[in-house]
């Protein structure tokens, strides 16, 4: 079933790529080839950790002011003169407490994911506009730049952009996570049926907490690798993203429901959405219809897992 999921992802991708490859000129450049990579990466990064919170059964709303106000206090420290090692270390561990309140508010204080994390969204967007008092930080080391403007790779005309490889290296990381570790069996068991997790002698509170976490700091290297590539970190720096992370996670096939889905087929979804919205600028289309067509594309999305776990049960109430 993951792999069925997996795959008509990318084939919608690939059918996506063959329609703009042949409608637009433009598309096949190596220039926009390496505008895409770096425009989804950043939703990438984030989308691998809201799939870990969803398919423990959650939701993030706050991924995209977590970004924003990471990116702001790692710039903050680096204008304060602040070394570049430390700034990060400020950057990261920002997301990562921001992650432990959501998941502790839900998981000690009960508050239901949607709630909580809405709440940390305002929080976070509020301590952002507070750092930078309406200004923004710029003038930042060469060493902080390259980490979203450098390339691992040169050869003709392919480049391998930092922030890319990063986004390899961790997907590749929540793969072996959710697949080869007891925290990933839990993670789906408490996803997929939370009392029989429970009973089972899972630890659900942990495996949340620790989904959370995850999400907030993914979040934060997402904020850090940002503000790096613009240059620049202001407060409004990921205001909406979190619209494009859950819709990348719930095309990929984690389902709303949680329990089912891989991380890298969030980071097939979070490739499509790109695509999508690269495809739709360079034929012109305005912003509000590239909004209006990724709202379609999420209800798309969540049907087919509607219609999917429906199956499910039906299969699975006719074998019994």
Known sequence: MKRFRETGVFLA????????????????????????????????????????????????????????????????ALSGGTPLPLALAYGLMTGLVLGAVNGGLIVWGRIPPFIATLGMLSVARSLAFERTQGNLFSNFPPAFLWLGQGDVVEWEAFRLPFPLLVLVV???????????????????????????????????GGVKLGAYMISGLLAAVAGILQAAYIGVAQGQDGQGYELDVIAAVVIGGVSLAGGEGTAFGAVLGAALMGVLRNGLILRGEPAFRQILLIGVVIWLAAGVDVLRRRGWRRSSSSSG
């Open 13 to 76: 991708l690939a059918i996506l790529c063959i329609v703009w490859a042949v409608s637009l000129p433009m598309f096949l450049r190596p220039e926009n080839l390496y505008n895409i990579g770096l425009a989804f990466t950043f939703i990438g990064i984030m989308a691998v950790g809201e799939a870990f919170v969803m398919l423990s059964g959650g939701i993030d709303l706050s991924v995209g002011a977590i970004m924003g106000l990471a990116g702001v206090v790692t710039a903050g």
């Open 170 to 204: 961790l997907t590749l990381a929540a793969m072996v996570a959710l697949s080869r570790t007891t925290f990933g069996r839990h993670l789906y068991a408490v996803g997929g049926n939370e009392a029989s997790a429970r009973l089972s002698g899972v630890k659900v």
